[in-house]
T-cell receptor, first 114, second 111 residues
């Protein structure tokens, strides 16, 4: 079965820490996405990647960066975590050019920044 | 720009009630429209989709019709079950690889 795996279900970090959120997919998908989900705001796109070493800013990239060194892995990096980055983070993937096809989502990482 | 507006929740219904969750969109041209569902503790999964005007998407007893004239894609189900309790997201994609999501509607079904 198709799988998008996020490395942690819950994460607690302190303000100022560097945080890595990892996402791995086993479907050989070119496109990968990072969203954050907040009550009343829905899903907002942080970054996406069309292929290895390629990345594009989404709607709210400030305070985040990403890394895509291998096709199956897309990492979200919080260079210096802040309390307003406490959120649920969702990773998703999809084959290249399949705009009409569904996104495959991971189960999410609930990040708390204290 | 493109956007999706869906009714605010939470929506609370009794089992076997009729469900409607409203969704309207703003987009140039002809976007593709989706409903995703998020069950507790899980990521989102596609519920149904429609890719052109007057298309009807359906799955698991849920239906939604792509209405170009009213720019709407309302989700309906004739008889809801407790297991339908979840958060529902309306979404669109148009011309590029990004999907734009609505804010989500939380649905509670009481036994």
């Amino acid at each position: 079965d198709v799988k998008v795996t996020q490395s942690s279900r819950y994460l607690v970090k302190r303000t100022g820490e560097k945080v890595f959120l990892e996402c791995v997919q086993d479907m050989d998908h070119e496109n990968m996405f990072w969203y954050r989900q907040d009550p009343g705001l829905g899903l907002r796109l942080i970054y996406f990647s069309y292929d290895v070493k390629m990345k594009e800013k989404g709607d709210i990239p400030e305070g985040y960066s990403v890394s895509r060194e291998k096709k199956e892995r897309f990492s979200l990096i919080l260079e210096s975590a802040s309390t307003n980055q406490t959120s649920m983070y969702l990773c998703a993937s999809r084959p290249q050019g399949q705009v009409l096809e569904k996104l495959f989502f991971g189960s999410g990482t609930q990040l708390s920044v204290l | 720009g493109n956007s999706v507006t869906q009714m605010e929740g939470p929506v609370t219904l009794s089992e076997e009630a009729f469900l409607t969750i409203n969704c309207t969109y703003t987009a140039t041209g002809y976007p593709s429209l989706f409903w995703y569902v998020q069950y507790p503790g899980e990521g989102l999964q596609l519920l149904l989709k429609a890719t052109k005007a007057d298309d009807k998407g359906s799955n698991k007893g849920f239906e939604a019709t792509y209405r170009k004239e009213t720019t709407s894609f309302h989700l309906e189900k004739g008889s809801v079950q407790v297991s339908d309790s979840a958060v529902y997201f309306c979404a669109l994609t148009h011309r590029d690889d990004k999907i734009i999501f609505g804010k989500g509607t939380r649905l509670h079904i009481l036994p």
